[in-house]
T-cell receptor, first 113, second 113 residues
Framework: AQSVSQHNHHVILSEAASLELGCNYSYGGTVNLFWYVQYPGQHLQLLLKYFSGDPLVKGIKGFEAEFIKSKFSFNLRKPSVQWSDTAEYFC???????????FGQGTTLQVKP | ETGVTQSPTHLIKTRGQQVTLRCSSQSGHNTVSWYQQALGQGPQFIFQ???????GRGNFPPRFSGLQFPNYSSELNVNALELDDSALYLC????????????FGPGTRLTVL
C-alpha cells in the first residue's frame, strides 16, 4: 500500500536548536517527494521538493532535505530553528505519472523563544 | 499573479444535506486536485481534474463528485452529508497533471451537525 509515515507527531525545540523531522514512504516505483509547511492561520505552502538529481535539496527559509532511496526516506533538516518556524510540517509523495499526493499525518513543531 | 482561492471559507450543514465548494485555480494552471484534511491528519486525496476530465480518484464514495470548468475553476460536491465529512477541504492547482508542484488554497472548513 502507498503510504507516508512521519515519525514525530509533536516536536518542541528551543530557538537555535537543530531540527530533523523523519519521513519514510512506501511506494512502488519512482517518486517525487515534497515537504509542505502550514503556519498558524495560513494555507499549505511548499518548503522544498525532490524530482531527480542531487538527493540533497535546499528549500526556503534555510530548510533542506535528503532523499535516501535505499531507506525510502526524505528527512527534513534545519541547522538552527527560529520561533517563526513554529508550524505543522507535512511530508508527501507522488508517483511519476500521477498527480495524487499522499501525505503523512504531519508533525507539529513548536519553537520556544 | 493570483493564487488559488476557495469559497466559502466556512460552512455549517446538517446530516443528509448537500454542499458545493468552489475553487479558482492559479493563473495558467489547468489541473485542480481536491483533498480532505480531518483534524490532526494530513490531507487525503479525493480526486483530480485535468482539462475538465477526472484524472484519478482516491478512496472516497461516489457521493463525492466534482466538476472542472473551461476556465479551469472547479467544484466539489458532496451529497448526503455525514458527520465524518466535517473537515477542511483543500483545493490545489498545478501547471500540468503530473510531476508538478501543487499550489494550495486556504481551504473551506465544513462542519456537519
Amino acid at each position: 500500500a502507498q503510504s507516508v509515515s512521519q515519525h514525530n507527531h509533536h516536536v518542541i525545540l528551543s530557538e537555535a536548536a537543530s531540527l530533523e523531522l523523519g519521513c519514510n514512504y512506501s511506494y512502488g516505483g519512482t517518486v517525487n517527494l515534497f515537504w509542505y509547511v502550514q503556519y498558524p492561520g495560513q494555507h499549505l505552502q511548499l518548503l522544498l521538493k525532490y524530482f531527480s538529481g542531487d538527493p540533497l535539496v535546499k528549500g526556503i527559509k534555510g530548510f533542506e532535505a535528503e532523499f535516501i532511496k535505499s531507506k525510502f526516506s526524505f528527512n527534513l533538516r534545519k541547522p538552527s530553528v527560529q520561533w517563526s518556524d513554529t508550524a505543522e510540517y507535512f511530508c508527501a509523495v507522488n508517483g511519476l505519472n500521477t498527480g495524487k499526493l499522499i501525505f503523512g499525518q504531519g508533525t507539529t513543531l513548536q519553537v520556544k523563544p | 499573479e493570483t493564487g488559488v482561492t476557495q469559497s466559502p471559507t466556512h460552512l455549517i450543514k446538517t446530516r443528509g444535506q448537500q454542499v458545493t465548494l468552489r475553487c479558482s485555480s492559479q493563473s495558467g494552471h489547468n489541473t485542480v486536485s481536491w483533498y480532505q484534511q480531518a483534524l490532526g491528519q494530513g490531507p487525503q486525496f479525493i480526486f483530480q481534474y485535468y482539462r475538465e476530465e477526472e484524472n484519478g480518484r482516491g478512496n472516497f464514495p461516489p457521493r463525492f463528485s466534482g466538476l472542472q470548468f473551461p476556465n479551469y475553476s472547479s467544484e466539489l460536491n458532496v451529497n448526503a452529508l455525514e458527520l465524518d465529512d466535517s473537515a477542511l477541504y483543500l483545493c490545489a492547482s498545478s501547471l500540468e497533471r503530473d510531476n508538478n508542484e501543487q499550489f494550495f488554497g486556504p481551504g473551506t472548513r465544513l462542519t456537519v451537525l
